[in-house]
């Protein structure tokens, strides 16, 4: 099968620009998540999907962070305006119920 | 404060060697997994023990769990270069929602051939 898929795998802006930054998750998979490690920290986590709903949003740092799941298939997470704080990598995983996570690549995200 | 804390934060062996990573906790957990993460590359779950088990094997891992003391140990046996990787305990707490994990800063294992 096909492993959770995350583009891009780099990304570099500029502080006050806007990133978008996707995750395909493994075909069948209801539950997907976000996930963060800025440099020199524990990976922390984001928020929760089941399906197209959001579970648990908890972990999402300020409104300038958005995150989307169009049909449940795959999803976005947006950073508007980006600050410098953002830069790190964000890690989306998907799983089946109680199941162990499937992690993707992650995006490496630098804002200068 | 941190849960999920693990020691040492980096390990160097040869390979043939065992390795021992440690990872402490502060709350109540449902379930401690373990997972590797090779350089650039995502986190790969290598295993599971619940709560009211103390010790679990796969293959060339062995964990195990104290909950009195809130830790846990992975151990390697007869290492290999390609377990070279980094290595992180990743905590269930009680109450919260599956796959919402806590983890820890990561062991960074270096096995020489």
């Known amino acids: 099968e096909a492993g959770v898929t995350q583009f891009p795998s780099h990304s570099v802006i500029e502080k006050g620009q806007t990133v978008t930054l996707r995750c395909d998750p493994i075909s069948g998979h209801d539950n997907l998540y976000w996930y963060r490690r800025v440099m020199g920290k524990e990976i922390k986590f984001l928020l929760h999907?089941?399906?197209?709903?959001?579970?648990?949003e908890s972990g999402m740092p300020n409104n300038r962070f958005l995150a989307e799941r169009t049909g449940g298939t795959y999803s976005t997470l947006k950073v508007q305006p980006a600050e410098l704080e953002d830069s790190g990598v964000y890690f989306c995983a998907s799983s089946q119920v109680r199941s162990p996570l499937h992690f993707g690549n992650g995006t490496r995200l630098t804002v200068t | 404060s941190q849960q999920g804390e693990e020691d040492p934060q980096a390990l160097s062996i040869q390979e043939g060697e065992n390795a021992t990573m440690n990872c402490s906790y502060k709350t109540s957990i449902n379930n401690l997994q373990w997972y590797r993460q090779n350089s650039g590359r995502g986190l790969v779950h290598l295993i599971l023990?619940?709560?009211?088990?103390r010790e679990k094997h796969s293959g060339r891992l062995r964990v195990t769990l104290d909950t009195s003391k809130k830790s846990s140990s992975l151990l390697i046996t007869a290492s290999r270069a390609a377990d070279t990787a980094s290595y992180f305990c990743a905590t269930l707490q009680e109450g919260t929602s599956y796959g919402k994990l806590t983890f820890g800063q990561g062991t960074i294992l270096t096995v020489h051939p």
């Open positions: 999907f089941v399906k197209e709903s959001k579970q648990d």
């Open positions: 023990i619940r709560s009211n088990e």
